[in-house]
C-alpha cells in the first residue's frame, strides 16, 4: 500500500525538469501565438499598401493601340479646280503611348494612406484584445495548475500521517493487540487517498496539455510551476485599456474616411504627354502613317458626391454617437469586473483568516485523537475522520490563498498591467 502511494505522490519529482514561471508562459504565448504572427503579417501588409499608394505619384506610363473601319469618313463633294482634295480611308489604326504626371490631387492621396494606415491599427489592436483574451484562459490554466499542486502536497502530508499510524497498528496486530479490522479501516483510507490523488493528477495532466497547445510550447508533467509574486500595495491605476485604444482608432478612421470624402470635391490636375504613330495622324486629310505628340495638363473636378455630403456627414455623426456608447457600455461592465475581482479577493481573505483558525483547531484535535486512539477511547474509524477534518481544513487554506492570488493576478491582467 505505501510502495503504491508513494509512487503516485512522487511521479512528479521523479521527472522534474526546469522550474516554470507565469511571466515566461506569457512570453512564449506573444512569441508563439498565431494571432503576434497575424500582426507581425499584417503591418507587413499595411506597410506596402501605403506604399502601392504613394506610387500615385509618380509618372503613370500607358500605351494603347487600335484598328478600326468606319462606314463613313469626312469628305468634300465640292470639286475646286486645279486642287486635289484627298480622300480619308476608312480603314485606320493608331498606336499611341502616354506618360502622366500628377501635380496636384486634392490631398486624396494622402488621406487614402491615412485611412490604411488606420485600419491596419484597427486590426492590430483587434489581435492583441484576441491575444489578451488568451491570456485570460492562459492565466487560468496556470493556476489551475497550481491548484491541483497544492491539493496533492496536502495529501503526501495526510498519506504520511496515515502510513506511520498504519505502521503502529501493524505491529499491534502482529502482536496480537489491535483487531485487523483497525488495520483495515487504515488500508481503505489510504486507498481512497490513492483514488483522489489518480484524479488531481489528471486533472493536472489535463491542464497542462491544454497549456502546451495553447502557448505552442511542450511543458512536461514534471515541470515546476512557480508561484507568482504580485504586488497590490502600488498605487492603483489602469494601464492603456484595449478596448479604449480600439474606438480611438475606430473614431481617427472616421476622420480619415472624412478626409477621403472631402478631397472627392477637389480638382486634381495632372501633366501629361501623348506620342504616337497613326494612320491618319493629327491631320486627318493626310492619309499616311505619320507620327505625332501631344503634350498639355489635364483637369479632373467631379461634382456628384456634393449630392450625399450632407448624409456623409450625418452617418459620421451617428458612428461617433455609436462609439461613445459601446465605450460606456464596456466601461460599465470593465468595472462590474473590476469589483467582482476585488470581491473575490476579499472572500478569500477571509477565507484564508478562518481557515487558519480551522487549522489550528483542527490539529489540536487530531493530536487528541492520537493519544485517544493509542489509549483505545476511540477507533481507527474516529482517527481517519479527525486527520481527514484537519486536512481538509489545510486544503482549504491553500486553495484559498491560491485563489487569492489568482484573482490578484486576473485583477493586475484587468487593469492591462501585466509586465
Not at 502613317?289 to 451617428?318: C, H, M, P, T
Request: aromatic letters at 8%.
Amino acid at each position: 500500500m505505501k510502495t503504491i502511494l508513494t509512487f503516485i505522490l512522487f511521479c512528479l519529482c521523479f521527472y522534474v525538469s526546469a522550474q516554470t514561471t507565469i511571466e515566461e508562459v506569457l512570453n512564449l504565448l506573444e512569441e508563439q501565438s498565431p494571432e503576434s504572427v497575424i500582426i507581425r503579417l499584417n503591418r507587413g501588409t499595411t506597410d506596402l499598401n501605403q506604399q502601392n499608394i504613394s506610387h500615385a505619384w509618380r509618372p503613370q506610363l500607358g500605351f494603347t493601340a487600335q484598328s478600326t473601319y468606319q462606314s463613313d469618313v469626312t469628305s468634300f463633294n465640292a470639286e475646286v479646280p486645279g486642287i486635289d482634295i484627298p480622300s480619308v480611308d476608312q480603314f485606320q489604326y493608331k498606336a499611341q503611348a502616354e506618360v502622366s504626371q500628377l501635380i496636384y490631387d486634392g490631398g486624396s492621396i494622402s488621406a487614402v494612406k491615412d485611412a490604411v494606415r488606420m485600419q491596419g491599427q484597427i486590426e492590430e489592436t483587434r489581435s492583441l484584445m484576441n491575444l489578451d483574451q488568451i491570456k485570460g484562459e492562459v492565466i487560468g490554466l496556470y493556476f489551475s495548475i497550481l491548484e491541483s499542486e497544492q491539493v496533492l502536497k496536502s495529501i503526501e502530508l495526510q498519506a504520511e500521517v496515515l502510513e506511520a499510524r498504519r505502521s503502529i497498528l501493524q505491529a499491534g496486530v502482529e502482536n496480537g493487540v489491535v483487531l485487523e479490522s483497525e488495520l483495515s479501516e487504515l488500508d481503505a483510507a489510504l486507498l481512497q487517498l490513492e483514488q483522489e490523488v489518480a484524479k488531481i493528477l489528471n486533472m493536472r495532466r489535463t491542464a497542462i496539455q491544454a497549456l502546451s497547445i495553447i502557448v505552442g510550447q511542450d511543458f512536461s508533467l514534471g515541470a515546476t510551476f512557480i508561484q507568482p509574486a504580485v504586488d497590490m500595495n502600488s498605487e492603483e491605476k489602469s494601464g492603456d485599456l484595449l478596448f479604449h485604444k480600439l474606438l480611438n482608432q475606430q473614431s481617427l478612421a472616421l476622420d480619415a474616411k472624412k478626409k477621403i470624402d472631402d478631397t472627392k470635391s477637389k480638382p486634381q490636375i495632372a501633366g501629361f504627354g501623348q506620342l504616337g504613330l497613326g494612320r491618319p495622324g493629327l491631320n486627318f486629310l493626310d492619309n499616311s502613317l505619320s507620327e505625332y505628340y501631344i503634350v498639355g495638363l489635364r483637369l479632373n473636378w467631379k461634382f456628384s458626391n456634393l449630392y450625399s455630403k450632407a448624409n456623409d456627414r450625418q452617418v459620421l455623426l451617428l458612428n461617433k454617437e455609436k462609439i461613445n456608447a459601446q465605450k460606456e457600455m464596456y466601461d460599465r461592465n470593465w468595472r462590474a469586473a473590476e469589483v467582482q475581482f476585488k470581491n473575490h479577493i476579499e472572500v478569500q481573505e477571509d477565507l484564508i483568516e478562518v481557515n487558519n483558525t480551522l487549522v489550528e483547531l483542527r490539529s489540536t484535535i487530531s493530536e487528541v485523537a492520537k493519544a485517544q486512539l493509542d489509549n483505545g477511547v476511540i477507533n481507527t474509524a474516529d482517527y481517519i475522520s479527525k486527520i481527514n477534518d484537519e486536512y481538509t481544513a489545510r486544503i482549504n487554506l491553500e486553495m484559498a490563498k491560491i485563489r487569492r492570488l489568482k484573482s490578484q493576478y486576473q485583477l493586475i491582467h484587468h487593469y492591462n498591467l501585466l509586465p
